[in-house]
């Protein structure tokens, strides 16, 4: 009989402190989500069309904002270049595979550019850009101008260059309360049993 009694007091323990210990977990913090990445919009492909015969720029013109690069890949069998006219940038060789992008362009306007290798076989292409310039071309302009406002006046611990320190975090009270209600009960329940096995061996005795 006694056996019996430690068996569901200890099964009666750990019914207990199971939910409260489940309770008493911190809910993870969810991970910050990450911005998706951004696909390259101003590519162009370096190839050959008709079996190889013909060697073109696909697209051959693009449009782009100011602040923007252009990337070329070539995508062909056979060697390519993409070179400015004007000298400003050249991937030199691109073999099949390569990839090269340009600096990005700060001032709006038509730049073309050319395969050295095919440009006497029509390969060239265009880059439009639009919008306004960027870069040291832009620094006088309004915007960019320093504000007049004052600074604001440090006051306390800041003045001296001391930071203040934070204050300090409580503990949140779930984490405890659910293990010291659990505790409390498993007392009282082991309290009752105890008490009920005293009584039955006194009534054994007297019997």
């Keep these: 009989m006694f056996r019996k009694l ?31 990445s951004q696909a390259s919009a101003n590519t162009v492909q370096a190839t050959e069309t008709g079996g190889g015969a013909n060697f073109v720029f696909d697209p051959d013109t693009v449009t782009i904002k100011t602040g923007d690069k252009v990337t070329f890949k ?16 050249d991937s030199k060789n691109l073999n099949a ?6 600096p990005p362009f700060t001032q709006p ?12 076989l029509g390969m060239t292409g265009k880059i439009v850009v639009t919008g306004a310039a960027t ?5 006088g302009s309004p915007s960019a101008s320093a504000s007049g406002s ?10 001296f260059g001391i930071s203040p320190s934070p204050a300090p975090t409580a503990p949140p ?22 008490g009920y ?7 054994a005795d007297k019997s």
């Excluded at 070539?74 to 940038?89: E, L, M, R």
């Excluded at 004052?150 to 003045?159: E, V, Y």
């Design 97 to 102: 595979g390569d990839s090269f992008s340009t």
């Design 135 to 139: 870069g040291p071309a832009a620094a």
């Design 150 to 159: 004052p600074s604001p006046t440090l006051t306390g611990a800041a003045q």
């Design 173 to 194: 009270s779930q984490k405890y309360f659910p293990k010291i209600a659990g505790a409390i009960v498993v007392l009282a329940l082991l309290g009752i049993v105890l």
């Design 197 to 203: 096995v005293k009584t039955a061996r006194k009534l």
């Design 74 to 89: 070539n995508t062909g069998k056979v060697p390519h270049t993409a070179t400015a006219d004007d000298g400003s940038w």
């Design 109 to 120: 306007g038509t730049f073309t550019y050319k395969c050295t290798y095919h440009a006497s």
């Design 6 to 36: 430690m068996l569901g007091m200890y099964l009666a323990s750990m019914v207990l402190l199971f939910p409260s210990t489940a309770l008493a977990k911190a809910t993870p913090a969810q991970s910050p989500r990450r911005a998706p």
